[in-house]
T-cell receptor, first 113, second 113 residues
């Protein structure tokens, strides 16, 4: 089945540790995105990548880093510099065709204590 | 000004009711529009695209008014399973923001028996 996978579903970390969230897609989509969602709030864009080896900062990139070495994979690292890392993280992908509708993975709930 | 503004909600309606959600967007050059549905603690899922001529999918009708920069979603004959948060989504215009989705905060709908 084609789709987007994120792992793990739940992640717990101590403050001061970097953590990497996985996102893989087998939809042959060129574009991939990372969003953060906090309770009662909308999705906020962290980073996005339209093509392999290229990515752009979104609205809240500070404290995060990404890489796009393969078309299928777009891992997100939450660094210790991110002040409020506890959130629901969603990865999405889309084709580069005109409509750009995005499909989401199941998300990772990160809790940092 | 936010890119996308939605009705704050929440909407609590009985089964069988008709309910409408509204959304406005700020950038007149925006290209594409969608409604997504998000269940509690799950990822957003594409509900329907919104076309200039308006479109219908079963009990759901989406309308776009480019002159007023306004999008709507109408749900007829509400079902218990329609209870969710509905997200208005706008794709940025051509240029540096091509491919970026802008999400509204979402409108929560609860359908009661």
């Amino acid at each position: 089945d084609g789709g987007i996978t994120q792992s793990p579903k739940y992640l717990f970390r101590k403050e001061g540790q970097n953590v990497t969230l996985s996102c893989e897609q087998n939809l042959n989509h060129d574009a991939m995105y990372w969003y953060r969602q906090d309770p009662g709030q909308g999705l906020r864009l962290i980073y996005y990548s339209q093509i392999v080896n290229d990515f752009q900062k979104g609205d809240i990139a500070e404290g995060y880093s990404v890489s796009r070495e393969k078309k299928e994979s777009f891992p997100l690292t939450v660094t210790s510099a991110q002040k409020n890392p506890t959130a629901f993280y969603l990865c999405a992908s889309s084709t580069r065709l005109e409509n750009y509708e995005q499909y989401f993975g199941p998300g990772t709930r990160l809790t940092v204590t | 000004r936010k890119e996308v503004e939605q009705d704050p909600g929440p909407f609590n309606v009985p089964e069988g009711a008709t309910v409408a959600f509204n959304c406005t967007y700020s950038n007149s050059a925006s290209q594409s529009f969608f409604w997504y549905r998000q269940d509690c603690r799950k990822e957003p899922k594409l509900l329907m695209s919104v076309y200039s001529s308006g479109n219908e999918d079963g009990r759901f009708t989406a309308q776009l008014n480019r002159a007023s920069q306004y999008i709507s979603l109408l749900i007829r004959d509400s079902k218990l399973s329609d209870s969710a948060t509905y997200l208005c989504v706008v794709i940025g215009p051509r240029g540096s923001t091509l491919g970026r989705l802008y999400f509204g905060r979402g409108t929560q709908l609860t359908v009661w028996p």
